[in-house]
């Protein structure tokens, strides 16, 4: 680039598409992806990207632009423009929900029908938008197909497109959009690029649930879970069939690290799994632990806070790296307003709602409503900690399934002051959301002071034993501090609960059906079940083991899933039985 920026001339230049398949796991593809953003991300910064992009006459421009970081670009923009599109169908669904729209004959306005709105023009481009996304979205197979159909024929090419789409490869281009995006978006925010060595075995293990999600919940899973929300809101209220393409494409984000994951569906490996999964849910409190997720937690919160210089010499302290802190106009344009402007959006539509009152019913603002859904919760979870302060490390559990009941209770509350209207209440979780994510965000870019290096703070307040920690002048202020990360902590613990939940329960729908797992297994390595790699062979004691964790934990599953399945559908079916005359709905 040098060269070419000082006036030299290159006579010839390969391109490649570099990349890794899903063949070889999806951590390593987290990896590599991770790598190419990040150096991406520090090329668009350096001085030469300034001159090629200031200098250079527009043919040369844009082939430079298309052969390096226009890629990147791109996926950014397609990122952008899906959350963008998912904000206007919830407006265009608030319309449509509270408004009375004008009848059509044919798409054609009727005469003289006044006091309604024709929107059927925004119907129709709704329609046509998507339809337009899904027939480029068939245009990006056309290569794969003519080459095969140019090399080795039609039938050739028909068995391959075929493939294609049986192995949900198109699922697998969607989630790598999106790691795409975020390993760039990342990069120019915090930094912190480097060389991560990635592997190219052949993937044929079952990575646990845990760990996948703690790898993907930051780069895809809680954007896919939000705009799956956003989703939900509008079929409630707007409701066409061309919606299910977003579906299929939003999913993809949420669960495509456990559908490509070799034996997801063996019910055993699966139930394991859950165990695995629980526990690493409640571990690392009372002692150091390299696979938790208060671990993960903290690891995700240093890249806004960065480390203290201290150290003890503790082997916690391994398990910390060295992350810059991001300076301070990045956290603000990043951390705090983006999040603000989320919430002032939502909580507009979810006003406008409620804004229409029937006949002798005050108006109904709503936003003291949505404020205190929002902040109850988290002033629930800053009483419990308060009390359980007093008590031992044996509460650290307690106060985490409290948090967890608090949530789904505030989130119960919040339907049944809706008088139990499904779509006003998912847009009202949809705004309580963004304001506890705006008040987070703010409380650790802004609060919340650098990270201790070792997590003797965090243990010190479940087991109250302040002293002999090695703090020194710390042991003061710490406390104060670790009262705002743990009111934090069990926010977001709660929603990881709930999240991670609605995901196994998504995922354990398939193993009801016969043979499921050996389907999957063909469809990820396009073998026959008897050139398959044979299942892990276990001695007498590690079968009756495993046969009892199954059993175990397979009761509290099936008991988890009713219960989560209850608080939903109950409401539903005991609609009418079980409303009343609600004032407190009707004063705010």
């Known amino acids: 680039m040098t060269a070419f920026g000082r006036g030299g001339r290159i006579k010839h230049m390969d391109y490649y598409q570099c990349g890794k398949g899903r063949d070889l796991g999806f951590g390593t593809i987290l990896n590599f992806t991770t790598k190419l953003g990040n150096g991406m991300g520090e090329q668009m910064l350096s001085r030469q990207y300034y001159y090629l992009g200031t200098q250079l006459p527009i043919d040369r421009f844009l082939t430079f632009y298309y052969g390096h970081p226009g890629f990147h670009i791109n996926n950014i923009l397609v990122i952008l423009s899906v959350q963008l599109f998912m904000i206007t169908m919830v407006f265009i669904g608030t319309l449509n929900s509270q408004l009375r729209i004008c009848e059509s004959v044919n798409s054609e306005y009727i005469p003289g029908t006044g006091g309604c709105y024709y929107l059927i023009p925004v119907f129709s ?44 490869s198109p699922v697998f281009e969607v989630f790598s959009t999106m790691i795409y995006s975020h390993s760039i978006i990342s990069n120019l925010t915090f930094g912190g690029a480097r060389y991560i060595a990635t592997g190219r075995g052949f993937a044929t293990t079952r990575q646990s649930f845990a760990l996948l999600y703690s790898r993907f919940a930051g ?49 055993s490996d699966f139930i394991i799994d859950y165990r695995e999964f629980l526990r690493w849910m409640s571990r690392g409190n009372s002692r150091s632990h390299a696979n938790s997720w208060i671990g993960y937690c903290r690891l995700s919160r240093t890249k806004v806070t960065g480390y203290k ?16 802190r991001a300076g301070w106009r990045t956290i603000l344009f990043a951390e705090v307003l983006g999040p603000i402007c989320m919430a002032v959006i939502y909580t507009v539509a979810y006003t406008f709602v409620k804004s229409f009152h029937q006949v ?36 650290a559990s307690t106060a985490h399934l409290l948090s967890v009941i608090g949530m789904v209770a505030a989130f119960e509350f919040l339907w049944y002051l809706e008088q139990w209207n499904t779509s006003h209440a998912v847009l009202a979780i949809i705004a309580v959301i963004a304001i506890q994510r705006c008040v987070f965000k703010i409380l650790i870019a802004l609060v919340i002071s650098r990270e201790l290096k070792h997590d003797e703070t965090s243990r010190a307040w479940w087991t109250g034993r302040w002293y002999g920690r090695g703090l020194g002048g710390h042991a003061f202020s710490q406390p104060a501090r670790e009262f705002v990360v743990k009111i934090i902590e069990m ?23 016969p043979f499921v797992d050996k389907v999957h297994s063909t469809m990820l390595f396009w073998l026959r079940p008897s050139r398959q790699i044979h299942a892990p062979i276990f001695s007498l004691r590690q079968r009756k083991q495993r046969r009892s964790i199954v059993i175990r934990y397979s009761l509290l599953f099936l008991l988890s899933f009713a219960v989560f399945a209850a608080l939903i559908i109950l409401p539903i079916i005991f609609e009418k039985d079980i409303t009343v005359n609600c004032e407190i709905c009707k004063k705010f």
């Open 219 to 267: 780069p895809s899973i809680y954007s896919g879970m939000r705009m799956l929300l956003l989703l939900l809101y509008i079929t409630l209220t707007l409701w066409l069939p061309h919606l299910i393409y977003f579906w299929i494409s939003i999913l993809a984000l949420c669960i495509a690290p456990f559908i490509f994951n070799p034996h997801q569906f063996s019910l």
């Open 125 to 168: 481009w709704i329609k046509r938008t998507i339809i337009s996304i899904f027939l480029v979205f068939f245009i990006a197979f056309l290569p794969l197909f003519l080459q095969e159909l140019s090399e080795r024929g039609a039938v050739s090419a028909v068995i391959r497109l075929t493939k294609h789409f049986l192995s949900l």
């Open 360 to 395: 002798g019913d005050p108006p109904q603002g709503g936003i003291v409503r949505v404020v205190i859904i929002s902040l109850g919760p988290s002033v629930w979870n800053a009483a419990v900690l308060l009390i359980l302060f007093l008590f031992g490390s044996i509460m």
């Open 491 to 513: 926010s977001l613990f709660a929603a990881d609960f709930v999240t991670c939940h609605i995901l196994l329960f998504a995922l354990s729908l398939p193993m009801a059906i």
């Open 309 to 324: 210089k201290e150290r003890l010499g503790h082997p916690s302290e391994k398990l910390a790296g060295d992350v810059p």
